[in-house]
């Protein structure tokens, strides 16, 4: 973007300013080259900002600033600050930031700002940010700062109706999404409509489990599943579909790292004894003889030593952790 | 420690052979389609679609694997050659940065504390000392960047922000000389930090910024070191941190936001700092970032994303911290796994150095946390692969002109740089019992003299720079 031509230099309305060069000192250290146009403008922004002028021209600059480097938190500060002196026509403002923040979608200042935004248009504006987050999402459906708007938004401005179907259909795309199963998780706990977390535990074990039997190797699924029994171990291990979907995961593939993990688990906080349990570890106990009369656990965490090489240090602290506080 | 499956020369083994990487990315196993550009496109219809996240990782594992194949391929000599630390090029393209950097920089214009630390931090890890002129002149540079009523700004004359904040006074305490470390005002510094304090406990970044698990961590850490940490700044921190972990075991940003390697590591190491680690739970955290090493050998930050150098450090440190926390993780285990109770009852409220009682009185020590922290022992070696995540260091960020990276075919930057010798560091003494001992050869990777300073992890400075700092303000 070329402004040496335009720059704040030649604007009649900033005739009687006088520019305010940065002090850097006489030896600056990491100094930027600044290109004649940036420096122009950042010097006639601190010759206001200095001066606290509030005014449209003020409000100028700042917009200057900003397109030049929109990570500038100082600039953007100053521009809320005149916005609100000028009681600005803050849905403008918002389609300006939007703009922006297409082109920037990973900066914080930009998201700070439409959430300052948002707090003062209320909820109205929440179908707006709705629609916007979902454009972001469309390109990178993971971006994290957009997800902390989109649940910003929901829990100040509203706008759950849809949510939990947005969830699907992200991980109908994508069920690798871990964003999405977060979102999920959000959805299911925090929204106002839906009754909270032990009303719809039973359809959501269902659609985990379908999820884990389609990908077994897909983690988010795994930690959603045992996310669903937050605090509530007894109910975990009493939850048949449970132990189910990682019997079923194994007899498949004994070395499902996920599956082992998660029977671990249960088997600490008390999965009993089962023929299902016995015909399950079979295979691994004749594969690895040296396991033969091991107890669950043990074998369990033998496995995972040797199937996840990558966590031999965690499996074998886990291991020895569990034979001492058992 | 890893198993090994034949005798390495000195330096330890790269633990993942050809056969274990190379199946998990054979592309006659996968349908990938030749482009990668449409994941609905499968070459054989009757194979699933591919999902971008697939995609992406594959891509990935692909490049890595080559990169680790012609390592597996290579002499013992050449693979000695391969697995060194380019020190020189670092140190060069490091200072270069301290005195030059070109007009695409000014996306960093407000992030100039930053520059300087991602600079001076990893010259101290690489043992190279800074001319006095150049020490003095980033003393007075951020001297400018000190804000008459407290804190430092990103830049002369910007608002102060307590990222910039931790950026500066982590800079100083690297210089470590008198002239940096009285150059910082705490008092003002104390009134800066009191101002971004929420009424929720939590800080905000700057006047009218917004509240995360970064800014606790840099103000905590920052408040900490130059000993001005009190009640009134630590109060409401930890449990505002606790509110931030997730279902997953990791800690988010905000509360309810995805669980991520960077704010895992501001949340834990917040908390250890304010005595109060047990307000999370551990071991969920512990298994969460131990699962976000991947067969790349590196860490990802969040879940099925894609591994980058710098969580080295993010998560590499994360988990490091909780080998001196065991304690309190094995309370915590026996009370989830073998109680009966339903999980809310909170068995660990004890904190976390054999201290007894948690004082209430405003003559809480908090400095001393940080310290008795560095001076206590590991009690169990490391729950990551410290040898695996060396190698992806080591062979996928460095970038031959000097710098270090995300990832191959991404492009060096000063933070990715600070990052991974950041994380190399962590890794490299992890095993160690004491935070100052010497590692053995089996625990660094590559020559012995790819061996870097040690760290304290809590705060990311050379650890004798911390002890020098720790004096100095203890003394005020």
Redesign the interface.
């Known amino acids: 973007m070329e402004h040496a031509k335009s720059g704040p230099s030649s604007w009649p309305e900033l005739a009687d300013v006088v520019p305010v060069p940065q002090d850097d000192g006489p030896s600056p250290v990491v100094p930027i080259a600044y290109r004649d146009d940036f420096r122009e403008v950042m010097d006639y922004f601190r010759a206001l900002y200095f001066t606290g002028e509030r005014s449209p021209r003020a409000l100028r600059l700042t917009t200057e600033a900003i397109e030049l480097n929109p990570g500038n938190y100082t600039v953007w500060h100053f521009r809320r600050l005149i916005l609100e002196a000028l009681d600005f026509d803050l849905l403008e403002e918002m389609k300006f930031v939007g703009k922006i923040a297409e082109c920037n979608p990973k900066n914080y200042q930009i998201w700070h700002h439409k959430r300052w935004l948002a707090e003062k248009l209320g909820p109205d504006i929440a179908n707006n940010e709705h629609e916007f987050t979902m454009k972001i999402l469309a390109i990178d459906a993971k971006n994290y700062h957009a997800w902390s708007h989109r649940q910003w938004v929901l829990q100040a401005l509203g706008g759950w109706e849809t949510e939990l179907e947005y969830c699907n259909q992200l991980l109908k795309e994508d069920v690798f999404n871990n964003s999405a199963w977060n979102q999920r998780y959000f959805v299911i706990t925090r929204s106002p409509l839906l009754g909270g977390l032990t009303v719809v535990r039973d359809s959501e074990v269902d659609y985990t489990i379908e999820a884990i039997l389609a990908n077994p190797q897909n983690e988010s699924p795994w930690r959603y599943l045992k996310g669903l029994y937050k605090g509530e171990n007894n109910l975990l291990v009493d939850d048949e579909r449970i132990s189910g979907v990682c019997f079923k995961v194994l007899k498949n593939d004994w070395t499902c790292v996920f599956a082992l993990s998660f029977l671990l688990d249960l088997l600490c906080t008390g999965l009993q004894p089962s023929d299902e349990l016995k015909s399950t570890l079979e295979p691994i106990r004749s594969s690895h003889p040296e396991t033969a009369d091991a107890d669950p656990v043990t074998v369990v965490c033998c496995i995972l030593q040797k199937c996840d090489p990558l966590r031999v240090n965690y499996w074998s602290w886990f291991k020895a952790t569990l034979s001492q506080v058992s | ?3 090994h499956s034949r005798a390495q020369p000195s330096g330890g083994a790269p ?2 052979t050809p056969p ?1 990487v190379a199946a998990s990315m054979d592309p006659s196993s996968q349908s990938a389609p030749p482009t990668g550009d449409d994941p609905a496109a499968a070459a054989d219809p009757e194979l699933p679609r591919l ?4 995609v992406e990782q594959m891509k990935v594992e692909a490049r890595v694997g080559d990169i680790y194949r012609a390592l597996f391929g290579a002499a013992p000599n050449t693979k000695s050659i391969m697995l060194e630390l380019w020190r020189d090029e670092h140190i060069e393209y490091l200072t270069r ?7 695409a ?8 504390p930053w ?2 630390y991602w ?1 001076v931090h990893p010259l101290a890890l690489l043992d190279e000392a800074l001319d006095d ?2 020490e003095n ?2 003393i ?2 951020l001297a ?1 960047c000190q804000d008459k009523d407290g804190g430092y ?7 102060p ?1 307590l990222a910039t904040t931790y950026a500066a006074v982590n800079t100083l305490v690297t210089i470590g000389s008198e002239r940096a470390l009285s150059s910082i005002n705490r008092d003002n510094l104390y009134k800066f930090m009191l101002r971004m304090k929420d009424i929720s406990g939590a800080f905000r ?6 509240i995360d698990v970064r800014a606790s961590y840099t103000a905590i850490s920052v408040a900490s070191l130059v000993n001005i940490l009190d009640v009134e700044l630590a109060k409401g921190v930890g449990d505002y941190i606790a509110s931030c972990q ?4 990791g800690i988010a ?2 509360p ?5 390697g960077g704010y895992t590591f501001c949340g834990l190491a917040a908390l250890i700092l304010l005595n109060e680690a047990e307000k999370v739970d551990l071991p969920s955290l ?1 298994g ?1 970032v ?2 976000r ?3 790349e ?1 590196g860490f990802q930050g ?4 894609l591994v980058d150098g710098c969580y080295s450090f993010w998560q590499g440190a994360a988990i490091a911290l909780t080998q001196k926390l065991i304690t309190i ?2 309370k915590q ?2 009370s ?3 109680c ?1 109770r ?3 009852e909170d068995a660990c409220s004890t904190s976390s150095y054999g201290c007894t009682a948690k004082k209430f009185s405003s003559a809480v020590d908090y400095a001393k946390f940080g310290f008795d922290f560095i001076q206590q022992s590991n009690q ?7 040898i ?1 995540l060396q190698q992806y260091i080591l062979l996928c960020s460095q970038v031959l002109e000097g710098g270090l990276r995300d990832k191959p075919g991404k492009n060096r930057d000063h933070y990715h740089s600070c990052y991974c010798l950041s994380g190399l560091s962590v890794s490299q003494y992890s095993a160690m019992t004491d935070a100052d001992s010497c590692p053995l050869p089996q625990h660094v990777l590559g020559p012995y003299s790819n061996l870097l300073e040690p760290i304290h992890p809590l705060y990311n400075v050379v650890l004798d720079k911390y002890h020098t700092a720790y004096e100095f303000f203890s003394k005020e």
């Open positions: 420690m890893p198993q633990p993942l274990q999902t971008v996240t697939q940065g301290l005195r030059h950097l070109g007009p920089f000014h996306v960093l214009d407000a992030n100039r520059l300087c600079m002129d150049l002149d980033i007075d540079f400018r700004s990103g830049g002369p004359g910007q608002l922000h970044m700057h006047d009218g910024g917004e997730t279902y997953e075991g940003g905000e309810y936001a995805e669980a991520h512990i969460w131990a699962f090493q991947g067969v050998c969040r879940n099925n994303k993780v094995d285990l026996k989830s796994y073998f009966k339903p999980s809310g169990i070696g490391p729950l990551f692969h410290n695996a």
